[in-house]
């Protein structure tokens, strides 16, 4: 059964903390709008400040519906589930806000050290009510380890953009500025995005370890599965060919049908 709090219990804020993805749900105001939920997952994007207030940095995508929608209407909910342990679900439901790079109240949240690649906005939410379920039905996974495609390809574009600083006014046109500008100016629905980072003139710096190990997708191990696999299969039927190779004489001998397999002098 669901329980209901006005603020996030000190158990549920320690439980948070070790959690390794969560998920956005935000919506526009008209019935005709695309209902929108985001799977959030980089290492330390999701911070709480108390029972009352969380913010998390939100890293660059095809899409910018969470900022358009929290301009629209504030709504916003956070669900976060137990993958491990005790089954659990917690609702977060809050009214947002959006500090995009370049603002004061951006960087008074994320300094250089701490930002990510990619990172175009800080979504601070008040937390007006939260709830838990029981979880029953989310099944258990083991964690192996945080993705780093996004933030390579964003490191990459926003090394691009410091490139073009020293030597132009302009953005580069494949560097992540440009990118904001190209795609995360409007939602699905056609509300406002991203307002002033793609003009902003500070320097996307990022905390980004390029010399750090890339995780390796499980197509190896999954190969090496298929091929011992494969080769057990071919040991079996080798050894119930030969089987049936020296006993089907004897079994056709028994029967009477040998003779249709010798020779006759």
């Known amino acids: ?36 939920l985001s799977p959030k997952g980089t290492a330390d994007s999701f911070h709480v400040v108390n029972s009352h207030r969380v913010w998390y940095q939100d890293l660059t995508g095809s899409g910018v519906e969470t900022i358009s929608h929290i301009r629209e ?54 937390v007006y009510q939260c709830q838990t379920s029981c979880g029953y039905a989310v099944p258990m996974y083991d964690f192996v380890t945080h993705r780093t495609q996004l933030l390579r390809m964003a490191d990459i574009e926003e090394s ?11 953005i580069h046109e494949k560097g992540l500025k440009s990118y904001w ?20 003139k500070v320097l996307t ?12 997708l ?16 071919l040991a079996i039927g080798f050894v119930l060919g030969a089987l049936v190779t020296a006993t089907l004489p004897y079994i056709l001998s028994a029967t009477g049908k040998f003779d249709m397999f010798t020779t006759r002098a």
């Open 1 to 36: 059964m669901g329980k209901f709090y006005d603020e996030i219990p000190e158990s549920l804020i320690e439980w948070i903390k070790k959690q390794h993805m969560f998920w956005v749900a935000s919506a526009p105001l008209s019935p005709d709008g695309h209902v929108n």
């Open 73 to 126: 209407n504030g709504r916003i909910t956070i669900l976060f589930n137990a993958f491990e342990g005790p089954p659990r679900i917690l609702r977060l439901f809050g009214i947002g806000t959006v500090y995009e790079f370049g603002t004061k109240e951006y960087e008074s949240l994320i300094s250089p050290e701490t930002r990510k690649p990619g990172s175009r906005a800080a979504i601070v939410i008040d």
């Open 160 to 170: 691009r953009d410091r490139a073009s600083a020293m030597t132009s006014s302009e």
């Open 181 to 200: 500008a190209r795609q995360n100016l409007r939602s699905v629905d056609g509300l406002p995005g991203l307002l002033t980072a793609p003009g902003s």
């Open 205 to 216: 710096v990022n905390n980004f370890d390029k010399e750090g190990q890339r995780p390796k």
């Open 218 to 233: 499980q197509y190896s191990s999954l190969r090496e599965g298929s091929i011992q696999s494969s080769s057990a299969n």
